[in-house]
């Protein structure tokens, strides 16, 4: 079966959170965009990647990822995102690229059931952002056009980290939230061309 950009619902876009349908049956384009990599084993990008400096910029060990938020009673929320696909889309994963400026922002943390505003400055130009949730960031490599961020698999919380643009590959990039071990959590391809 194959997903044609027509078939894409665009309704409430947000980048990374997106339904293709096909025959009745929905699916993530996460997947369908790994047809534009040659994947690489994990446990080649741990033992011989390059590692990446990150920043931290937001933590909390608590937070506990909800099955339901207020947030999506509101009519602005409602108005924006009429098709629950992407609630349910947006509850398969656990790794999110952050959109650059706090009014894009909203309706990735919306959807998530982030109810407090998460406090974080602008994202510098130079640098590329990521919620990871329920995990705890212990690393980050590269190898190639993939980039592996090495992480505990937890029950609560999130982090925000930052990552300057020249530390990564210039083109498209696949990333993947990983264990220590190499077992693939999440995966989000970055298509920039």
Not at 79 to 101: C, K
Not at 132 to 138: D, G, L, Q, T, W
Not at 159 to 186: A, F, H, M
């Amino acid at each position: 079966m194959s997903i044609n950009k027509k078939d894409i619902n665009n309704k409430g876009y947000i980048k990374g959170i997106n339904i293709a349908y096909d025959n009745n049956f929905e699916y993530s384009p996460r997947l369908e965009d790994l047809r534009e990599f040659r994947q690489l084993p994990i446990k080649d990008i741990l033992s011989k990647g390059n590692t990446i400096t990150f920043v931290l910029k937001t933590e909390n060990k608590d937070w506990i990822r909800p099955i339901y938020s207020k947030k999506w009673e509101d009519p602005l929320f409602k108005e924006r995102f009429s098709d629950p696909s992407i609630l349910v889309e947006a509850a398969m994963h656990r790794l999110f690229e952050l959109p650059a400026g706090a009014s894009l922002s909203f309706p990735l943390y919306a959807s998530l059931g982030l109810d407090d505003f998460i406090t974080e400055t602008e994202l510098p130009e130079n640098y590329i952002g990521f919620l990871i949730i329920n995990s705890k960031i212990k690393n980050i490599k590269a190898l190639d056009k993939q980039v592996a961020i090495i992480a505990e698999p937890d029950r609560s919380g999130y982090q925000i980290i930052w990552i300057k643009r020249s530390e990564l590959p210039v083109d498209n990039l696949l990333i993947s939230l990983v264990t220590p071990d190499g077992y693939e959590i999440d995966y989000l391809p970055i298509l920039t061309k």
